[in-house]
């Protein structure tokens, strides 16, 4: 246990300027979005001290007209008046049907972060194990008293385990910078999307996006493999080779043979992360029950056959990533 500890602390002092990096950048995004929601917030409460109201015109929530929306302030008083053939008596359920759009704006910012992160873990899969050969320190850490298995064990555990726990802490952040936006904006604003926000459970909403991305993580394996095996064997440019050459020789097929099933067993992989989101939060975000909104269920996913078939094609690019990686390859 403790080298497998020592090893994945190597990944870490290897990585962590990366992974620091990408926090930072990430960081001066969400204050950068602060800085527009400030100068936004100016501009509503200069409007609302001029004309006396907000006046919002035909709102639609999820495709469902509410109708003409007055927001007015009364001393410290929120006052909203709801007009239009279709507008609702009870304010509560308005409040409930603004939490649908609400939540799925959450869902498309962590999609986001997701994507991001996932994007940076393509250069550390593909650099995993060809960095080593590059500056022949692979014979170095193979004369340690460690087997390869731990060796290659520690840096496929360190990517999974960095892409779902720095996705998680930019998920956090992104939802802290949100509720800190609404926030600046003042009354009535604030007022308002506090009970707006009050409808949806964050740790309800946090667990759903856990099990997701645990369902990806294991889904990615194939692909983190692969990257991996092409690292250990060419001479340069791993992540271009590892994708650049399935795209090659996918257009080439379709040339060659005037058929895209390479084409569709590519683009079936990379869509079948979103195709699960789908399924799960369209149906849950048309319900609601008791004002709370309904969250998905991503654990069916990784217990079921496609997941099996994940695991024996990981299992057998790790047998081959084992067997190039034994006979030290050297970069240059």
Do not use: C
Request: glycine fraction near 8%; hydrophobic fraction near 50%.
């Amino acid at each position: 246990m403790k080298p497998m500890l020592i090893l994945l602390k190597r990944e870490w002092l290897e990585w962590k300027r990366v992974i620091i990096g990408t926090i930072l950048v990430v960081t001066f995004l969400n204050l950068l979005m602060l800085l527009s929601v400030s100068r936004g917030s100016d501009w509503f409460h200069e409007t609302l001290e001029r004309d006396g109201h907000i006046n919002m015109e035909d709102v639609q929530f999820n495709d469902e007209e509410v109708g003409d929306i007055d927001i007015r302030m009364n001393g410290n008083e929120i006052e909203v008046y709801i007009d239009g053939s279709a507008s609702m008596d009870n304010f509560n359920q308005v409040l409930n049907q603004a939490a649908k759009p609400v939540i799925i704006g959450l869902r498309i910012g962590m999609q986001l972060t997701f994507a991001f992160v996932l994007f940076l873990s393509l250069f550390y899969f593909s650099d995993a194990i060809y960095k080593e050969r590059a500056d022949s320190s692979t014979l170095f850490y193979r004369s340690l008293p460690v087997s390869d298995h731990q060796l290659l064990g520690s840096k496929i555990l360190s990517g999974l385990v960095g892409v779902i726990g720095l996705t998680l802490f930019l998920t956090l952040e992104y939802l802290l910078f949100m509720r800190v936006a609404i926030i600046m904006m003042g009354d009535p604003v604030n007022t308002m999307a506090a009970a707006v926000f009050d409808r949806i459970s964050y740790s309800s909403l946090l667990w759903d996006w856990f099990s997701y991305l645990i369902f990806a993580a294991i889904r990615m394996g194939p692909l983190a493999l692969f990257l991996m095996l092409v690292g250990s064997y060419v001479k340069g440019r791993p992540l271009l080779v590892g994708i650049g050459g399935p795209i090659l020789l996918s257009i080439s097929y379709a040339i060659i043979f005037r058929s895209a099933i390479l084409f569709r067993t590519i683009g079936n992989f990379l869509w079948g992360f979103n195709q699960k989101m789908i399924e799960q939060w369209d149906i849950t975000s048309k319900s609601l029950e008791g004002g709370t909104v309904i969250y998905g269920d991503f654990w069916g996913y990784i217990f079921n056959f496609e997941t099996l078939i994940s695991l024996l094609v990981s299992g057998l690019l790790y047998y081959g990533l084992w067997m190039t990686y034994k006979k030290n390859i050297p970069a240059g």
